[in-house]
Each structure stands twice: as structure tokens, then as C-alpha cells.
């Protein structure tokens, strides 16, 4: 069972900064892509910002500029770094990987990331 471990969260003031990090039970390099996703009470979960294994990056608009997404290989792990947090950015983040064995995108647990003064 693939199984993917969030951390990193927590309570920031506007124009703080944290990076959430994100632990696969199989090896990195056996998803084709990995993302953080976010959800906001009330809304839908949106993509924030995806890497693929080739490299490539994706992210929202809303973000861009602020966040970027980084892989360790030597630590197994994903990254999403955010500076100039906003209060809009207050929500459960998702650490998401599309594994190669089945094609299934897995889920971690979430993560909050509130940003209040």
C-alpha cells in the first residue's frame, strides 16, 4: 500500500514563511507526479503546485512567485516552500503522488497551514 506522510504545518503571520514536506512509502522516483493540493472550509480542493519525474513544475496562479515545489531524492521527500503567506492561503494541504505501478493518485493525510495575525 502506497502511503504518503505530510508535515510541516502550523500557525504563520501574514508574510511568514513554511514548508510543508511530504514522505512516500515506495521511492520517489516510482511516481510519474507529485503535487500539493490545498482546501479551504467551503470550498474545493485546488491544485497548488505539481512537479512531474521529468522535471516539469506546475503552479497556481494564485501562488506563483511565492511557492515552489522541490523533491530531495537523497531523503525521499517533497517539498512545497511558502513565502509572503496571505490569510487566503488558510487551508488543509494535500500532499498528492500519481504512482507508476497502478496509475492511482494517492492522498497523504493533510496538513492545516493557518495564516493569521
Known amino acids: 500500500q502506497v502511503q504518503l506522510v505530510e508535515s510541516g504545518g502550523g500557525l504563520v503571520q501574514p508574510g511568514g514563511s513554511l514548508r510543508l514536506s511530504c514522505a512516500p512509502s515506495?521511492?520517489?522516483?516510482?511516481?510519474?507526479?507529485m503535487g500539493w493540493y490545498r482546501q479551504a472550509p467551503g470550498k474545493q480542493r485546488e491544485l497548488v503546485a505539481a512537479a512531474t519525474s521529468g522535471g516539469s513544475t506546475n503552479y497556481a496562479d494564485s501562488v506563483k512567485g511565492r511557492f515552489t515545489i522541490s523533491r530531495d531524492n537523497a531523503k525521499n521527500t517533497v517539498y512545497l516552500q511558502m513565502n509572503s503567506l496571505k490569510p487566503e492561503d488558510t487551508a488543509v494541504y494535500y500532499c498528492?503522488?500519481?504512482?507508476?505501478?497502478?496509475?492511482?493518485?494517492?492522498w497523504g493525510q493533510g496538513t492545516q497551514v493557518t495564516v493569521s495575525s
Open positions: 498528492n503522488g500519481r504512482y507508476y505501478g497502478d496509475g492511482t493518485g494517492y
Open positions: 515506495r521511492t520517489i522516483f516510482s511516481f510519474y507526479a
